[in-house]
């Protein structure tokens, strides 16, 4: 058991915290609080319930998630990606359903955990994550134009068509007012960062367009016409529960379990390479789980870790779980004592936030990079993103995850023969005669989403202690785009450290592969070698240069 659930916090805590790094903790903790309450706000609204239950959100299950968590950075709350999930939750099954929902789907992940899977989700394919993450993006857009462009509409349907004919139909009760808001706060929350770095853009926007309307008295709709005034208590909530129904949640449970583990270590991830860690994948799990088991009995919704909140705390020089606790902290004291002010906010403003967010979200640089690449990759991303927008998230996931075993499979056994025709005898070669400072790694068989994460983590260990890193391909017959990004990645770090990375053997269709994903302009045309003879002698040339 300790090795399943080993938090973060009681390891750095018995190591000891220096009074400079705990004062930056606490500060960015106090700045990520502050870029998380319009968010916090937004999404709520967004998911169809009462502003207030996205801030008790990000109050109790972000400090469960930085207490309890494997990470030493990862800010867990409410984020977009929930949006689509719980709106559907909401609609179909009330708020007792939501209760139902997430507290299952917060078994589902400790469950997860117990079982160490934390390992085996990290394995989910690029073009599925990208895929699903730009569908959602899409919805989000499209829940927002009601609000940004002020239209009086009394019902939105669900579908994604169908809405955006009713939006199309409802043109005429445009609100001017409503447009110029929501292209001001879009204005605001991306330029603001070139006034200051300090005070987040969608904050500031918040502040400023609020007060100007109301001072000005200008005919918009705000949170109070739609919530009224919002609670700054929080009640415990049992819901009502069916037994003979529960089975109803089980799929939307899956689903949020699903999507918050793959969001939550995508996070986690990506805040390693930020600050050169490792995170516990299974700790940060059994942590999610516990975090969306206890807030919803508190008005919460699902929550997971914040891949922008995350990197803010990074940014601002967050290195242990005091920031994120501290920005709890934070968001709790401005609910109790300024968030009977945040009904003022117009919802034209929230809009602008949030179509910020679904612009970050998109991915689109991503997006457009895969369909660049192989057909297979091609397939896996626009069903899952298809699938998202026109049929229902959890299916596009289901589908995703199917078709990409399905054609891994396929892909294999296409080129089975080749790789046996085209291998070397299987001789084990000698390297003990080689210059001080070069390295070699030689990758043996595809460079794909199940195997990359291990080769990732051998090619940094190896390359960080080497001046020079030869890494022999002869044996890769493919790259898909999950293996592309994460090999991107790790050939940056170590360029970053000063290791000269030098490529040998790469066959004809892997070369067009890292064509396509600039990994040859990364690299060097010069610094990649058909045999292994020319790398080596290159790579003494450049030991002593």
Not at 171 to 190: M, P
Not at 428 to 439: A, N, T
Request: net charge positive; proline share 3%; aromatic share 10%.
């Amino acid at each position: 058991m300790e090795e399943l659930f080993r938090p973060k916090l009681f390891s750095i805590l018995k190591k000891g915290i220096s009074k400079k790094q705990l004062s930056k903790d606490i500060l960015s903790g106090i700045v990520v609080g502050i870029v998380a309450l319009p968010l916090a706000i937004a999404f709520a609204v967004a998911s169809g319930v009462s502003p207030e239950k996205g801030l008790i959100t990000a109050i109790i299950a972000g400090f469960i998630i930085s207490f309890l968590g494997g990470s030493r950075v990862q800010i867990g709350g409410p984020t977009g990606a929930f949006i689509v999930i719980v709106y559907g939750i909401v609609q179909n099954y009330g708020i007792d359903g939501l209760i139902i929902s997430t507290v299952l789907a917060g078994i589902m992940l400790v469950a997860f955990g117990l079982l160490k899977l934390g390992n085996l989700l990290k394995y989910i394919p690029h073009p599925l994550i990208v895929g699903f993450t730009s569908g959602i993006a899409l919805i989000i857009f499209s829940t927002q134009i009601k609000d940004a462009l002020g239209l009086e509409i009394d019902e939105i349907p669900s579908g994604f068509i169908s809405k955006w004919g009713v939006y199309f139909s409802n043109i005429n009760s445009l609100n001017v007012y409503a447009v110029v808001l929501t292209i001001a706060t879009i204005l605001i929350t991306i330029y603001a960062r070139k006034v200051t770095t300090k005070i987040p853009g969608s904050f500031l926007a918040i502040i400023l367009i609020t007060s100007v309307v109301q001072i000005a008295h200008l005919p918009v709709t705000t949170i109070e016409t739609f919530f009224g005034a919002i609670t700054n208590k929080f009640s415990f909530t049992i819901p009502s529960i069916d037994l003979n129904n529960l089975s109803y949640y089980f799929a939307p449970a899956l689903t949020i379990a699903l999507l918050g583990g793959i969001e939550s270590l995508l996070s986690a991830v990506v805040a390693d390479g930020m600050i050169s860690g490792n995170h516990r994948s299974n700790t940060e799990l059994i942590a999610q789980g516990i975090a969306n088991i206890f807030t919803p009995f508190f008005g919460g919704i699902p929550a997971t870790g914040a891949i922008a909140r995350t990197a803010t705390n990074v940014k601002n020089g967050g290195r242990t779980p005091i920031s994120g606790i501290v920005h709890s902290i934070t968001l709790l004291l401005i609910m109790l004592f300024f968030g009977k002010w945040a009904k003022l906010i117009p919802m034209s403003v929230l809009a602008g936030v949030l179509l910020v967010v679904a612009y970050n979200m998109s991915e689109w640089r991503t997006f457009r990079s895969i369909l660049k690449g192989s057909y297979f990759d091609v397939l896996v991303l626009l069903s899952t993103f298809f699938l998202t927008v026109l049929v229902d998230l959890t299916v596009a996931i289901e589908v995703g995850v199917v078709l990409s075993a399905l054609l891994f499979m396929k892909r294999m056994a296409d080129i089975s023969g080749k790789i046996q025709m085209g291998m070397d005898s299987d001789v084990l070669e000698d390297y003990s005669s080689l210059q001080k400072g070069i390295s070699i790694y030689e990758i043996s068989g595809p460079l794909f989403f199940a195997s990359v994460k291990q080769y990732s983590e051998v090619l940094k260990e190896t390359g960080i202690k080497s001046n020079v890193l030869i890494i022999r391909m002869r044996h890769v017959p493919f790259i898909d785009a999950t293996g592309l990004i994460n090999f991107k990645e790790v050939i940056k770090i170590l360029k970053s450290a000063g290791v000269t990375i030098v490529l040998s053997g790469v066959r004809e269709e892997v070369f067009v592969c890292l064509e396509k994903f600039k990994l040859v302009d990364l690299l060097g045309r010069s610094n990649i070698f058909d045999s292994f003879d020319k790398a080596l002698e290159a790579a003494k040339m450049k030991l002593k240069s």
